[in-house]
């Protein structure tokens, strides 16, 4: 019986010794985990918007944005602004005065690997203007796209970026958000 112990205790010191070598580590890391990059912790709040319309300082514009933030091999987060209140809705707006400021209650946290980008995309609806069909598909649309990596951190700190679309005069989109990298 006792060669039954001696033989387990070396069984024991062998499986140790081996977990503990850093090409074994490394392996089942690579295996469990895809990659043994670390975790990064993002945040990005959507703070505010403003749409301009330079023919027509007293339009209103009739909104609904898109938010989509991802890292490039998921799927998309999205979050609608107004927010879509069942599957049936075609959308919501949000009708505001060419230059006024639209504040956001709009974030969201993920988690990626450091060696993976993350994509930002918004996209902003303006159902304010009819088609020379007079179908109400038809409307303006702008979209932002923006690709962080690591080297820049994601992108962490504040951004206003600038999307400008021209039909029937010219309407640009002002988004500020912020990312918050831990």
């Known amino acids: 019986m ?3 112990r001696s033989l ?3 069984i024991a010191v062998l499986l140790v010794a081996l977990m503990l070598t850093s090409a074994f580590s490394s392996t089942v890391l690579e295996s469990l985990y895809g990659s043994s990059a670390p975790r990064k912790n993002i945040t990005i709040t959507f703070l505010n918007a403003k749409v301009i319309y330079t023919q027509d300082p007293s339009h209103l514009s009739k909104l609904s944005f898109s938010f989509s933030v ?5 799927s998309p987060r999205t979050i ?5 209140s069942g599957p049936n809705d075609a959308r919501n707006i949000i009708i505001v005065r060419s230059g006024s400021i639209i504040n956001f209650p709009v974030d969201t946290n993920l988690h990626t690997r450091s060696n993976k980008d993350l994509d930002i995309r918004v996209i902003t609806d303006d159902y ?3 088609s020379h069909t007079g179908s109400d598909e038809e409307h303006l649309t702008m979209q932002l796209d923006r690709k962080y990596n690591n080297a820049n951190n994601f992108g962490a700190g504040t951004h206003t970026e600038t999307a400008t679309f021209t039909r029937e005069g010219s309407e640009t989109l002002l988004i500020a958000y912020r ?3 831990d």
Not at 80 to 84: I, L, S
């Open 2 to 4: 006792s060669w039954y």
């Open 8 to 10: 387990f205790i070396v």
């Open 70 to 74: 991802k890292p490039s091999t998921d």
């Open 80 to 84: 609608f602004y107004p927010k879509v």
């Open 128 to 130: 304010s203007f009819v």
């Open 179 to 181: 990312i918050n990298v």
